[in-house]
């Protein structure tokens, strides 16, 4: 049987490409084959995003902020978050509401096997498994195989350990997160940590690090210890739940259309943001696109748009910064929020700011390291 689309792999692009197919009435017939090795039945992540009106996802969203908290040696603030929303949504709410609204759709096929090639043809795709072989007209693929070469030289890792903790008493403010919090040890590089209360007793801590290489497993556990009983001063506390991931900030090329009739989506197509590691609301932004070109029949080989390209320049010009230490992350965040306002921020960080914006923003941080950093980038073959 040949598959009019084939999604390889089912996490968060898969699934939202899936997702966006079905809400689209010249698309929701089409037969549709997604292929992954794991069962999508964990609540193995979190995202967490920021968006100015209700989304499609609004149903599922675990809990929301208009106001969060930056921390630093130098400088404190509430971010009042303007006309945005920061959004947080559990893996598994994620999972559960896009795979029980598929199976309303008999034309949609689950199979749990691992990949371990796509080809291109002609005409068509194929996806090899373990098991088996399977063509479609078109091969969404969100697995690593595509990926470039990630390495110290061309890559920071986004790395964090989260746990949400409960406590006997109340004790968060639920209305106030915590975005960015820089008072705790720079000795690996950059490091912060992120505090998000779900309720007065329920909060999502997490401790993040942008740094070449990965921590021992218990470093984390020990840093998230210190800074529950040091800062917070929270003695009695449970843990209901964790996770651990890695995130690659990359100088490197992630390609969009690795083959033809082939499309990258998710990280693999280059949506994680390169200088922050957010994810989910950059992929909701492409397979929008994606479905708007699958119903008007358009290309879907398109080249990236100037404004894509200018946002690259700008996190590579960031990443460069980073990996050549000539600042740190603490110090860069410090100056872009005390000397600008959150809402603009914000819009530079999700690719929706104005190029007027965009210069005040460059323009607060300090010219030399970003100058040269530029210029090394834009002289770069991307």
């Not at 999972?95 to 949609?108: C, D, L, R």
């Not at 109340?170 to 309720?199: A, E, W």
């Not at 007065?200 to 690090?209: D, G, H, M, N, S």
């Not at 943001?273 to 696109?289: M, P, R």
Request: charged content about 25%; some cysteine.
């Amino acid at each position: 049987m040949k598959y009019d689309f084939i999604i390889a792999g089912s996490g968060c692009g898969g699934l939202s490409l899936l997702y966006r197919i079905l809400q689209e009435p010249t698309l929701q017939n089409k037969s549709i084959l997604i292929i992954d090795k794991d069962k999508k039945n964990s609540d193995d992540r979190t995202w967490c995003f920021w968006e100015k009106k209700e989304g499609i996802f609004d149903s599922i969203v675990h809990a929301k902020w208009n106001t969060l908290e930056f921390l630093s040696t130098d400088f404190e603030e509430k971010l009042d978050l303007g006309t945005y929303t920061y959004k947080m949504i559990r893996g598994v709410d994620f999972y559960n509401f896009v795979i029980n609204h598929a199976k309303k759709f008999s034309n949609v096929t689950f199979l749990q096997e691992s990949i371990v090639r796509i080809t291109p043809d002609e005409n068509s795709a194929s996806v090899k498994t373990t098991e088996n072989s399977y063509e479609g007209n078109i091969v969404f693929n969100s697995t690593a195989i595509f990926n470039p070469e990630i390495t110290a030289q061309n890559s920071l890792l986004q790395h964090f350990k989260g746990w949400v903790v409960k406590t006997e008493t109340p004790f968060f403010n639920p209305n106030i997160g915590r975005l960015m919090d820089f008072r705790v040890s720079q000795i690996n590089g950059t490091t912060f940590m992120y505090v998000l209360p779900i309720s007065t007793t329920e909060a999502l801590i997490e401790y993040t690090l942008f740094t070449t290489t990965v921590l021992d497993k218990e470093a984390y556990n020990t840093a998230l210890k210190k800074y529950i009983k040091e800062e917070l001063k929270i003695e009695n506390y449970s843990i209901s739940h964790e996770e651990f991931g890695v995130i690659p900030m990359s100088l490197a090329k992630f390609e969009k259309n690795p083959g033809k009739n082939i499309i990258n989506i998710g990280t693999a197509g280059g949506f994680t943001k390169a200088s922050s590691g957010y994810t989910f609301q950059f992929i909701q932004k492409d397979v929008a696109e994606i479905v708007t070109r699958l119903k008007s029949g358009k290309n879907l080989n398109v080249n990236t748009s100037f404004e894509n390209k200018l946002y690259n320049w700008y996190d590579r010009t960031l990443i460069d910064v980073l990996l050549s230490k000539k600042m740190t992350g603490s110090e860069i965040f410090t100056e872009m929020f005390q000397k600008n306002s959150p809402e603009k921020i914000l819009a530079f960080l999700g690719n929706e700011s104005t190029l007027l914006e965009d210069i005040t923003i460059m323009t607060s941080l300090p010219t030399k390291p970003f100058l040269t950093s530029g210029i090394k980038q834009l002289l770069k073959k991307s």
